[in-house]
């Protein structure tokens, strides 16, 4: 398994090398640059300001620059927020979006795989028909549409739910179940699909000559191996959720790194895009290596090669 390990972290740097690499060269190719937008200052200013944060210099050099210093870890100077790194922003923004995607995985998998099992259990009764109807709408809208639900039912109509920020736990339920929902769903459909497979399996069949109810085998020998594709989905699923969460971070104000993200593509922030790219390839990496040692934890019969 070390070897295995070992393998994928080296993949790994060579995927962000070349995320890094692309999207580098990519947002240079865009037109316009980060003090552009600032009218309020002369042409000239714009060409100090660029000369002194070296955007002025050939792109290849700047590139060969840029590697050298994330290397040592330094990311840069944010060119929007003069004054700040662009480890200092990202790292007091990004437990924020963790913490919110991390609830929403919790939240997912607490309530699809249960919902999984009950549809399974009751495969072709009026649970089963009610509860995939629920998931093919759940995962039909997308986050955007459902955030913008919850504000008017739960924000504005009701007014039983907080709107802007984290302050409380209760601000954390209308962004949580916005990001839940569509995991939730697809989490059920999956889970209910793998179960029903495994069902037919022959141990199950053994099972069952021995005389053992479906409610105990189910849950005692099926979901085991029924599972394996739900934590198959975990690490896009955490990939989906953080960069999804930008969206729903924006909606509900939440202070977290979408928002800087999103603030600083408007704005041609370019260090702020390739550190924030960066962290986010980084976390897609480890969470799928992570995700394929879980798998082997799970299912010792699985080789790592």
Known sequence: MGKYILKRVLMGLLSIFIVATLTFFLMNLVPGGPFVAEKSISKAAQEALAA????????LERYATYMTDLLKGDMGISLRQRGRTVNDIIFSKLPVSMGLAGIAVAVALAIGIP?????????????????????TCGIAIPSFISSVLLLYFFGAKLAILPTIGLNSALHYVMPVTALAIYPTAYITRLMRSSLLDVMGQDYIRTARAKGLGTFKIIFKHAIRN?????????????????????????IFTIPGLGRE???????????MIMGTTIILA????????????LYKVIDPRIKLK
Do not use: H
């Not at 993200?261 to 260090?271: A, G, L, P, Q, V």
């Not at 980084?282 to 040692?293: E, L, M, R, Y």
């Open 52 to 59: 002194k944060y070296g955007l002025d210099k050939p792109i």
């Open 115 to 135: 919902l999984g099992c009950i549809s399974a259990y009751n495969r072709g009764k009026f649970f089963d028909n009610f509860i995939i109807v629920l998931a």
């Open 226 to 250: 029924a599972i394996l594709p739900v934590i198959t989905y975990v690490g896009p699923m955490l990939a989906s959720l953080m960069t999804g969460s930008f969206v729903v971070e924006k």
């Open 261 to 271: 993200f999103i603030s600083s593509i408007s704005n041609r922030d370019y260090t």
């Open 282 to 293: 980084t976390f897609i990496i480890t969470a799928n290596v992570i995700v394929d040692i």
